[in-house]
């Protein structure tokens, strides 16, 4: 059976127009009013970092885009790891393993020490077991998923599970800098204002329909562009508007270098190792997800709920069998 390629296209059709629009309400910077939405949208919010700390203190991403969407008028419910579980993929949990849920405040729930992928099951089971809800959000992640290191992030596969119940769902990440930590704070609000202008403009999109064709969802990563240094402190003071917006491909370069350095014994043989994780700062190649945040553009990646290939490689699988 050849792969489904229809919704690829009707995909790549609706981020097209969608890239035209956003570019400009993501120019206009965070202080541009977002429009009501057509209609409030049931929302279901996860991560990979949890919401951690009194109020989710401790995880102010995902605090900042629930209360933005819930600004914007929709109905949020965050149903979220109890612990960090950054770079666990689509790991889930089975028997006889136990998961600890607790509702730390109204419509807030943790699942410990379950993974992101746990949380999006258990909300579907026990929190939309009759009725499902219009999107399912995974984020916003600190530090951009791109390329080859969507198959490894807890945040994508959140969004990936989502698919498999015949959702519509969003990935969001946003780049983060060593030498302007500050720079994650600065920009939250105006990523998040993004993901609502964006779902806003899904919302319109789909004339009051599913938002999105089916087993099709977006992988969003969101730039971080330093604005001018502030004498006082020496560090920028502000955070400048994406460029614009890109439809992408994923870089199939690898992202993330990893490196294994014996801390007892000798390299290749038993012992403890220290892990090292290096991104790989190589300028990526023309539309792909990487080169858009490398030019300052926020990437907008369409991906599929099967991994299967399409029917071009059917050929040759069955000449080896």
Not at 227 to 252: E, I, M, N, Y
Not at 262 to 288: E, F, K
Request: hydrophobic share 40%; glycine share 12%; proline share 9%.
């Amino acid at each position: 059976m050849k792969k489904r390629r229809i919704p690829v296209v009707l995909g790549v059709a609706i981020l097209s127009s969608l890239v035209g629009i956003t570019s400009s309400a993501s120019a206009a910077g965070p202080g541009t009013p977002t429009p009501a939405p057509a209609r409030p949208l049931h929302i279901l919010l996860t991560n990979d970092d949890g919401w951690r700390g009194a109020g989710g203190s401790d995880t102010p991403l995902i605090v900042a885009l629930r209360d933005s969407l819930k600004a914007a008028g929709h109905d949020v419910v965050v149903v979220a790891p109890g612990t960090d579980q950054s770079g666990q993929g689509g790991r889930f949990s089975i028997p006889p393993l136990q998961l600890t849920v607790a509702r730390p405040e109204p419509s807030v729930w943790t699942v410990a020490s379950g993974s992101p992928s746990d949380s999006v099951f258990f909300a579907f089971d026990q929190l939309y077991r009759n009725t499902k809800p219009d999107l399912v959000i995974s984020g916003i992640n600190p530090g951009n998923n791109l390329g080859q290191a969507v198959n490894h992030s807890g945040t994508v596969n959140a969004a990936l599970t989502a698919l498999e119940f015949g959702v519509p769902a969003i990935a969001v990440s946003m780049q983060t800098s060593s030498a302007w930590r500050e720079g994650t704070a600065v920009a939250a609000k105006s990523s998040a204002g993004y993901v609502v202008d964006l779902v806003h403009q899904l919302e319109g999109k789909s004339q009051h329909g599913v938002l999105m064709p089916p087993g099709v969802g977006l992988n969003v990563n969101y730039p971080v562009l330093a604005g001018p240094v502030d004498p006082a402190t020496g560090k920028p003071g502000s955070a400048l508007p994406p460029k614009g917006v890109r439809s992408t491909a994923l870089d199939t370069n690898v992202a993330l270098d990893l490196t294994y350095t014996p801390t007892s014994g000798q390299a290749g043989q038993p012992g403890t190792y220290t892990i090292g994780l290096t991104p790989n700062d190589q300028p990526a190649p023309a539309g792909t997800d990487t080169r858009a945040i490398q030019d300052g553009f926020v990437s907008l990646t369409p991906l599929e709920a099967d991994r299967d290939v399409d029917g071009s490689t059917e050929g040759w699988l069955r000449r080896i069998l």
